[in-house]
């Protein structure tokens, strides 16, 4: 009696391993199923324990191989089979999209330069000479990241130009035309973005390169090094930060013109 159980057991055993399909998915979970319908991106399917329950179904890029009762397989490649035409495009990753950014600053700046020859006074010696500027900056350049982290990733960051036009408090009107301007030109550095959400994001960057400074009152043309980091929180493709701005001549302590500027940024990247 005991060697017929036995042997019963093993015919069923054998009996419904084959009387079942099995979907084997990409995570690796396996499922013993009974296939009913396939469609361009779905498989429709019963549990096999629940012959009489409810229709379920999975996308077909979620399930990596289909054995059926007969021993056949079938596979699905998201990327290459027919049946993914009406498959629907997964979100895209604002936060860690690369792309070109665009910035408008505004923000508060204190120039000091030297002077040795100045016209309103009679000596040659050096002349300490400070401003303080309300500063109007405009930013363009292009980002891009790397890795397969989710949460942090640092990039590369390159300023193509920024330019400021800066108005002096004491000399407003005249300094919106014949005031210095700074173009800050191939500014290179990195970048790093943290995100928290699909939507919500922080940025850490820091750049530098090549400054010149143009001063129309004085006909001067001053170039200098360009120090700048900044911290923006990123809303999809829009973000707003703080950005700082440090700008040192190469010229000698005689005739040096160093700026330092602090501003609000707003920007967006495509």
């Known amino acids: 009696m005991k060697i017929f159980s036995f042997f019963l057991f093993i015919f069923l055993f054998q009996f419904t391993s084959f009387s079942q399909d099995t979907l084997v998915k990409v995570s690796g979970e396996r499922i ?17 324990d629940q012959p009489d329950g409810p229709l379920r179904s999975l996308y077909l890029g979620s399930i990596e191989t289909v054995i ?15 049946r993914n035409i009406h498959a629907p495009k997964p979100k895209e990753d604002f936060m860690h999209r690369n792309g070109v950014f665009f910035d408008i600053l505004i923000g ?8 040795t020859s100045y016209s309103i006074w009679s000596t040659t010696e050096p002349k300490l000479y400070r401003t303080k ?43 919106i035309f014949i005031g210095p301007r700074n173009f800050s030109i191939a500014n290179v550095g990195m970048a790093n973005i943290f995100k928290f959400s699909e939507k919500f994001g922080i940025e850490a960057n820091l750049g530098t390169g090549l400054n010149i400074e143009v001063n129309i009152d004085n006909d001067r043309v001053i170039p200098g090094l360009n120090i700048n980091p900044e911290f923006k929180l990123r809303f999809n493709e829009f973000a707003i930060g ?3 701005s440090r700008i040192q ?4 302590e005689y005739d040096k013109s160093n700026w330092d500027v602090l501003s609000l940024s707003i920007g967006f990247k495509m």
């Open 32 to 48: 013993a199923v009974t296939v009913v319908e396939i469609t361009e991106t779905t498989l429709k399917y019963k549990k096999i």
């Open 249 to 252: 001549t190469f010229t000698a």
């Open 133 to 175: 500027n309300i500063t109007l900056t405009f930013r363009v350049g292009n980002k891009w990241y790397f890795g397969e982290r989710q949460i942090w990733k640092p990039g590369v960051q390159f300023t193509w130009l920024r330019y400021n036009i800066n108005l002096e408090e004491e000399n407003f009107d005249e300094s």
């Open 68 to 82: 059926y009762r007969d021993g056949t397989e079938e596979s699905f490649e998201v990327k290459t089979t027919h």
């Open 242 to 244: 703080i950005d700082y």
């Open 108 to 115: 508060y700046s204190e120039n000091t330069r030297y002077f």
